[in-house]
């Protein structure tokens, strides 16, 4: 039986009680046919890649593209991971699959919540005993995402498919497939990564996005240095101890006793967490360490994570780094695979990896905790995870096989770093976050990513079989993000949004919105949704007047022009009715905002923050973006086959996918095969 996630525990109600007391697919012949090796790299975009390639420096990517077919591929609408990745493994749009953004919107209360999972439905109760809270009722966790995946159909067509790192696949849903969970997965705090940086010095920033554990370094053997500091490492919610729905603040995390021994002689410490130790040395990150937290008393129910930590600086002050805890691969507390033994054969081989969906410590560099040099050494590690994860995978292909690997190489690391030098127009003025001072040192940080993947595809290309059917892929390109687009200032001022009180400024979370005057509102990178009458639990705008509602919306935002420089901020508006098909289309936002080049929501946009400013300087280390109009930023394709024809979207690889094996494609797959 599957397990659950902590905070849906209603099915093990039974078991803590007594602790306490006492569609039909067409056939295919896959025998002695070449396989499909597909190699997604996040974020690839296709003007980079040319110019390299023309320089000289991709030469595998410039081979396979003599040998083979070499040309941009359409993204999603809009151009964001998710959705891409969802149209990729259904073949569908979002309105078939259901995945529109990163944040979707509980019409209940118009607060943001993930994509990953679907609005909340049935209302859990509990059970109070003896200082315990046991849920009942409630429903299981399940993946939002609509449809049914490639892989799916391949391996009911007796296709042997292992896919590794797909991103959107969390919650797992069952599979016949072997399928590795990526971008999605949560912490073991159910987060998307949580970081903690221990020290005894200030930190400057107001907001960070992990735990800042402030530390004394005392002399507890009295020989006059002091050597040991002590604090704690937080795991999962306390969840026998919140009420269902509950949102547990900074006390309410399971935690694990931490202590960290300094040695007086060397720039050595000893951390010990739980029941682990691991040795550390300045300037370097530790081997993971597992750390066990007990839901219940003596052990009956533990959930295990892994965790490592990196040695800023040890003496004379301590700076102690420790990643987000992830699920242990070597025992996961839930589903990170299909089946959930998958899990076991890619740790026996690979040993411990991140299993996080976003493993870059991109929060640690936005907040200033790491700098540059520090954010790459790390995202090295990640390098290394994928390379033996790439060696297992070939290892297990064989002919007639589908294997499907993702590279994240590109985009976390152009979203961090473009400041440096802008790689898709060199020359081009610097971003507003660039920092002359780091800049030289980093400004081809980008273009060595690139090689990077490079010396991968060669390495792959070498050990397959030489007929099996490459395709490299990406889900989208990228862009400068240098001016942030704050949209729900722009309604206030635009009359749409009105705030309580004749206030300026407030926020939907916290209630300051006066949704009795409000008829439009923006949640999630490029979604805007009118207060309709119906739907939204305090809509006014009815059904007969949205359509002109939303051509005027649309019209304005269309000829808005950035203050400074006179360029448009909006390339294009979409409504959702009419760029998606499918039975999830009234999920969609009723706008969807294709910013140009240069522009993008602003984070507090995108979370339900209405501020003052409308337009402003993206001073962000995030600082290329692609949430854009998917007419800027596509993605690339090439196949070591020759098209003859081009113009191709993701769905259209979904389509080949069937299509090589003889499999007519489900109902609702919009795409055509290339081949």
Known sequence: MRTTLPPNLWKTTALVCATLFGGALSHAEPAGKPGVFIMGVDGMDPVILSRLVDEGKMPNFAKLAREGSYQELGTSNPPQSPVAWSNFVTGMNPGGHGIFDFLHRDTSNYHPISSATPAPGEEASALHLFGYVIPLGGSDPKNNRGGTPWWDVLAENEVDVEVFRIPGNFPTPESKAKVLDGMGTIDLRGGFGTYTFYTDTLVEKKHPKGDIEYVSVQDLDL????????SVLRGPPDQFHLEPGQIPSSSDYLTARLTVHIDADSDTAVVEVGDGRTLIERGKWSDWVEVSFDLLPMG?????????????????KLKLYASPVNISPASPFMPITSPDEFVEEIFSSVGFFYTQGMP???????????DDGEYIEQVALIQEDTGRMIDFALDRFEPGDTTFVYLSDIDLQCHMLWRHGDPKHPGAPN????????APAHAHDIENFYRDVDATLGKIRKRLPADTLLIVMSDHGFQPYTRKFHLNAWLRDAGYLVINDGKKTGHILTGDVD?????????????????????????????????????EISAKLEALKDPQGGKSVVLEMYRGSEIYSGPRTPEAPDLVVGYNEGYGCSDESTLGEITEEILEDNTSRW??????????????????RKLSSDGHDLTDVTATLLSYYGIRPLPGMTGDSIL
């Open 515 to 551: 949704w009795s005057k409000t008829r439009a509102y923006g949640v999630g990178f490029n979604g805007l949704y009118l207060n309709l009458a119906g739907r939204e639990s305090e809509g006014i705008v009815s059904a007969a007047e949205a359509g002109a509602l939303l051509a």
């Open 360 to 370: 870059e410590e991109q929060e640690a560099l936005k907040d200033g905790v790491f």
């Open 431 to 438: 971003h507003p976050a660039f920092d002359p001072a780091t």
């Open 300 to 316: 009956m129910m533990p959930v295990t994570g892994s965790v490592r930590f990196y040695a800023q600086q040890l003496r004379p």
């Open 623 to 640: 600082s290329g973006n692609h949430l854009m109009s998917p007419d800027v930023v596509p993605g690339i394709l090439l196949v070591n």
């Open 223 to 230: 020989d006059g240095i002091p050597e040991t500091a002590t």
